[in-house]
């Protein structure tokens, strides 16, 4: 997937004059996190049952490399295979290598992040191996050579007009129709011909469980089971933060993971796979092969406060109530995160000169901290992030700010300490900032400071200030 | 030769596996202290009578269109499957052979009742399977190892009686579940079907290949948010509870 995260500004801007999305997402958007929030509410006690999530992942990641060892010791157990990649090249050879091996002429794919971050679609494709997303939203954002625009809804924002013309021209819609159920349906049956046939399944991994092997997968459509249950090969890809210590620690983050995430208290299936299908059994695997991708997690992982980012398990509650996803909807973003989450897993993943946008791009309202399940504090990250990349940080491949910039900080901060140059320079530069003012607030400038007014107001500065009227009335007294 | 290869070993990193590298990186990083896990309080199913969790897994599972029946015992149970069937003009019939629906032999319900009942056993491998499950039944009937209440799920253990593909291919799901196998939360059910030692040696071959939770059909809402049944799975689910 093309990465066009420093793109973020104009792409914003394209999406904000887009008149059709503003008014999907002004109904869509309220409706979304009503429904996290009445689902959530169906715990006994919501707020301890996050902060134990939390707790959860906090630990899992602490752990991390103890619980990846008891992981792959569980799922060699169970009969897997584990292959180990240390980027995107290594886990796209390994998967393409597999099909190439069974002579695979096409994939069924449940929805899964990580490959989108490797882009294991695309070298599939480059291989001969054809690729079929299954997921209705990831079919049609597949087809439409689109990003997801949502992590849950991938292809949600886009309009059943133009869904039904993709469908008339790619997968023989008979009707045409704007009816999403007929449209739907009309997936159905073409998908479904794919998966009868498929010979090889690939699925992404939601939780890995330490103390038994096990990964598991939460669905509603029942591609993913398809993926699982059909072909002979099964290749089931996980980063490395995925995994947590215990069952029950799973079927706590489940409850989490659903209800934060469409509101349901639990989806349709939540399918749990302990090896290979077992002899005697006529469908699922034969062979079960888990690749557990790094990808800049483990760089991330030695930064104590950055590591946090981690805990994330993609429920999207964060993008339900960010007030800045529900203006410019997911495009913007400009890979496969988009919202908070995004903005707090992208500067760590492709380094903070590439995203610069993405962690400036917020109010920092803290309404993605406040419904995060796992406790990551995504105002404090992108401070976090601002002050590394201001720094000049290499580690996370910060950008250095001009040192123009920084000179002119260091001359501000001497000025500013001496009243007296102070009040001059007032004087001096009162007249060339006041000339453009309307109504009170002055609101674009030309030079050095154009950009921050491109959002910003300032009123106009007072022509006879505080201190200039207490000295008057001094006198006067 | 070996001494070179032994030499180029001892260099290190150029040898050294991802796997290896991966464990040593996270194993080299700073340390945080783990915070204690705060309290939770227990969750309400756990303190309800069996007829209130009953009436608790009745209510999760129509919320999700889930039609559900009560009957009384397992002949009661064949009664209402050939009312079913009957009412749903069913012909062909895909049927698991797990311990709750191999009593039933529902073969011989099918030659009474003129209707087809295949099982996954009646074919030599996956692709024939396939084609019937795919293709052919218009409903997959299977028995369920669980009911928990919490959300008006089903637990299926996936194992040689009990294919992946019954509960799942055809457009209609009809499960039958037995009363004494309904547990208030999910925990009783992970307990029971993966051991409760963490880790404990041994106990991994006997862990199913696959273990399911349905709760209602399959659903989408990937266009536009419209929010419909039957995406790829079963449109309707009908669960008869038995006892």
Partial sequence: MEIKTEQFTDLAKKELENDRLRTFLKVWFPVLSMKRDLGIATLPDPAAAQAYGAAIREEAMERLPELLEEFEKNALANGAKVFWARDAKEANDYITNLAKERGIKYVTKGKSMVTEETGLNEVLSQNGVEVWETDLGEFIAQQLHRPPFHIVGPAINVPVEEVRDLFLEKINLQEPTLDPVQLGYAARIFLRDKFHHVQMGITGINIAVAETGTIINVENEGNIRFTKASPPTQVSVMSVEKVVATMKDALHMIRLLCRNCTGQKLTAYVSMDSGPKKSGEIDGPEELFIVIVDNGRTKIYQDPIARDVLRCIRCAACLNSCPVYGKIGGYAYGWAYSGPMGQVLDPVLLGLERTQDLYRATTLCGACKSVCPVGIDHPSMFLYYRAKDVLGEPYFMAKRRPRSEERFFKAFAWAVSRPWLWNLAVRMIRPYINKDAREGVISKMKGPFAGWFRTRDLPVMAWITFHERWEKMKENA | ?243
Wanted: aromatic share 4%; hydrophobic share 45%.
């Fill in chain 2, 1 to 243: 030769m070996r001494k070179a290869l032994g030499a180029r070993r001892k260099e290190g990193k150029m040898e050294q596996s991802a796997r290896d590298e991966i464990l040593a990186k996270l194993r080299a990083a700073p340390k945080k202290a783990i915070h204690p896990r705060p309290y939770v309080p227990p969750l309400s199913e756990l303190s309800m009578t069996k007829e209130e969790l009953i009436e608790r897994f009745m209510k999760n599972l129509v919320e999700e269109t889930g039609i559900v029946h009560r009957v009384p015992d397992m002949q009661a149970a064949l009664d209402k499957l050939t009312e079913i069937v009957k009412a749903e003009g069913l012909k062909k019939v895909m049927v698991s052979t797990d311990d709750v629906v191999a009593p039933l032999d529902l073969p011989a319900w099918g030659q009474r009742n003129n209707i087809k009942v295949m099982t996954h056993k009646d074919f030599s491998d996956r692709e024939s399977f396939k084609d019937a499950v795919f293709q052919e039944a218009e409903a997959g009937i299977t028995g369920a190892d669980f009911a928990v209440a919490e959300t008006g799920t089903l637990g299926l253990i996936h194992n040689k009686d009990q294919a992946r593909l019954v509960s799942l291919a055809p457009i209609l799901h009809i499960a039958i579940a037995p009363l004494e196998r309904m547990v208030p939360v999910y925990e009783q059910v992970i307990e029971k079907v993966f051991g409760d030692k963490a880790g404990a040696t041994g106990r991994s071959p006997l862990l199913p290949s696959q273990f399911l939770f349905i709760t209602g059909p399959s659903m989408t809402g990937d266009i536009q948010g419209a929010l419909f049944k039957g995406m790829h799975g079963p449109r309707r689910i009908i669960v008869i509870l038995v006892g």
